[in-house]
């Protein structure tokens, strides 16, 4: 039974994530282009999955318990259905960003999908060896969507203009920043050593998804001009170069 603190923690957390989805909508009313369109769709709809994550959690949907020695975990497995559509989406965002290739961005999201399938295991596990094993196995599966966002995207990233360079150095940054803490998170909470208890591990889990989101998105949409002159020269503005 989730209790008043926390589902007040994952109200306020739908509430934010809907307000960003509006927000994100709204601006990507008069999108020009199929690439600026198509940035503007991911961005508002990566928010608007949380926002049902979120409010289902509040209603105290979403939530099982999971029996492990000495008792039973409560696992907000709703959390991990949003992680599961929504950091792929933000993968895809930063492909459409730099005008990735098909394989560079399917790599990208398989890699995220693993991790993110092996976190639930790791969650799920009622022998706590296993979680901690099933936890490495997503952090190396991490280390992989790492190398895919510093690397392989931010390879292509350096091919274009100043303005899709700058933005996408800041988007590489925030993902690597707030997608370290989660591992981080889970293994200080209640999953893990369990030195977080659980009203503040929610809290923590909270922000890091409103900074990879809404934070996300807010960058991104600076790239809107770049991404509109893209569209209609097929090319970098600031550059030159090509990004079909």
Not at 11 to 39: C, I
Not at 41 to 61: E, K, N
Not at 201 to 215: H, I, P, Q, R
Not at 224 to 241: H, K, L, M, Y
Request: hydrophobic content about 55%.
């Amino acid at each position: 039974m989730v209790d008043l603190p926390v589902r007040s923690v994952f109200a306020v957390g739908a509430a934010l994530m809907g307000l960003g989805a509006l927000y994100f909508a709204v601006r990507g009313l008069d999108a020009e282009g199929p690439r600026s369109r198509g940035l503007h769709v991911v961005t508002a709809l990566v928010p608007t999955i949380a926002f049902g994550s979120y409010l289902a959690m509040a209603l105290g949907v979403g939530v099982a318990e999971v029996p492990v020695r000495g008792g039973t975990l409560e696992v907000h497995w709703a959390r991990y259905a949003d992680w599961l559509f929504t950091t792929p989406l933000l993968l895809i965002a930063l492909g459409l960003l730099v005008g990735a290739d098909t394989e560079t961005v399917f790599g990208a999201v398989a890699a995220d999908a693993f991790m993110i399938v092996t976190g639930i295991a790791a969650t799920l596990s009622g022998v706590r060896l296993y979680r901690y094993a099933w936890w490495g196995v997503s952090t190396v599966a991490f280390l992989l969507v790492l190398y895919y966002v510093f690397v392989a995207l931010g390879r292509r990233a350096r091919e274009l203009g100043e303005a899709t360079r700058e933005t996408y150095g800041v988007l590489r940054g925030l993902v690597g920043v707030t997608w370290a803490g989660y591992p981080v998170w889970w293994l200080v909470g209640t999953a893990g050593v369990g030195l977080v208890p659980p009203p503040m591990e929610v809290l923590g889990f909270t922000f890091l998804d409103l900074v990879a989101k809404v934070g996300f998105g807010t960058v991104l949409l600076r790239s809107r001009a770049v991404a509109d002159a893209t569209d209609a020269s097929g090319s970098d503005p600031s550059s030159g170069v090509s990004v079909d």
